[in-house]
């Protein structure tokens, strides 16, 4: 039991990766001690929450903890650790290597470039216009107004890391772009504009897995997550707020 | 018409909402088709019913779909149904809430922010059914005393 230290890495930087992920508590748990059963430290514990683990390695061994600081939406490293837990537990790969592949996915950037994540969030803010029904020429703005509220969401949050600030600025940014833009003559009706802009900041994610983590007995994380989730929808409704009422 | 459109800017959202997310190349054209199945079942519903049971059984809908989609390409169910469930979010009924507020209607900001409320809840009702429906199919056929007794004469 005492060479342990290399399986217990694997564990908290698997767990570590899923929760900066954005993966449910209750799959982050469940990977962890799938892992460290294959890996043979048996009878181990994990509590997580979202801003920390908790990793109870075996029986004898003693417990760790990780601190989370940021946590951001990235499938991509969830599915990836996804497949090494598998190929551990059918012995495809060593120990080792699990332990590298893990380290080059935590070090590993976004799955796609920033230009790219605009631009999607641009084309789904237009096509959102005009899921709300908004008329065909609404689509133009929506995607202006989409892309801008995204790249300053993005931009603000990496200058100032305070996320209720990033999301409640571009919320008010996509608020004056889409009045500008009606106003002008460009766009027709403001509200389905303003909707299917800030739906790229709505939190959706969160809501999800906060109710499925309440439903899973995590009560302590969902209820954690619904208030991230209440304060971001705070935010962006804030921001729209603040336009209407000075203009 | 209307129905091609809404396929059309469904399955582009949702595609384009899975790169937002960061899920994996292979999988955008999935979460194309989870978010449009979804929405469709929403809008088709949506002419009839109650916005909350038509909800749910969008939700429904797209949890089953990513669970089968999960299956197959044995990848976490969240990369489909995040992509599939995002349509569904109350977003324009949370910002008439807002816009209510704003304007001093309080009344009928709490009527709109109630049933965006109720919405949430029943997306997360329809995931939750989704996944009991999967763990049914994958636990009866196991515990039956006619399978096991069909497997015997082997």
């Known amino acids: ?116 994540q605009v631009a999607a969030a641009a084309i789904a803010s237009g096509c959102f216009t005009i899921m709300f029904r908004g008329s065909l020429t609404d689509f133009i703005p929506g995607v202006l107004c989409g892309g801008l509220g995204f790249i300053s969401y993005i931009l603000l949050n990496q200058v100032f890391k305070i996320k209720f600030f990033a999301e409640f600025t571009a919320s008010f940014l996509i608020g004056i772009m889409a009045i500008l833009l009606v106003r002008v003559g460009v766009g027709v009706t403001m509200d389905k504009i303003i909707i299917g802009s800030v739906m790229p900041l709505v939190p959706g994610l969160l809501i999800t897995n906060a109710v499925r983590d309440l439903m899973a007995g995590h009560l302590v994380s969902g209820l954690s997550r619904g208030a991230e989730a209440f304060l971001t929808a705070f935010a962006i409704g804030a921001g729209i707020a603040v336009v209407f009422s000075i203009l | ?118 919405i949430s809840g029943s997306i997360a009702i329809g995931l939750v059914m989704s996944e009991v429906l999967n763990q049914l199919l994958h636990k009866i056929p196991l515990k039956m005393p006619i399978w096991k007794a069909k497997k015997l004469p082997k």
């Open chain 1, 1 to 116: 039991m005492k060479g342990a230290a290399l399986e217990v890495e694997i564990c908290l930087l698997a767990g570590k990766i899923m929760l900066q992920s954005g993966a449910e508590t209750y799959r982050v748990e469940d990977t962890m001690i799938r892992m460290s059963n294959s890996l043979g430290l048996n009878g181990s514990h994990s509590y997580v929450t979202p801003t920390g683990i908790v990793f109870q390695p075996g029986e004898a061994l003693p417990a760790k903890l990780i601190r989370i600081e940021e946590r951001t939406t990235n499938l991509h490293k969830v599915s990836a650790v996804n497949d090494i837990s598998r190929k551990l537990s059918s012995e495809t790969i060593s120990s080792e290597e699990a332990h590298q592949l893990l380290i080059q996915i935590d070090s590993s950037k976004n799955a796609y470039p920033l230009a790219l």
């Open chain 2, 1 to 118: 018409m209307v129905i091609t459109l809404h396929l059309i800017t469904s399955f582009i959202a949702s595609g384009a909402f899975g790169i937002i997310f960061n899920a994996p190349k292979r999988t955008l054209l999935h979460c194309g088709i989870v978010g449009m199945l979804g929405w469709i079942a929403y809008i088709v519903l949506d002419f009839r019913m109650e916005a909350i049971f038509s909800t749910v059984a969008a939700t429904f809908i797209v949890g089953v779909i990513s669970q089968l989609f999960a299956k197959l390409f044995k990848k976490p169910v969240i990369i489909f149904s995040v992509s599939g469930i995002i349509p569904l979010v109350p977003g324009g009924l949370a910002y008439d809430a807002m816009r209510n507020f704003v304007v001093n209607e309080y009344n009928v900001a709490i009527q709109l922010a109630a049933q965006a409320f109720l």
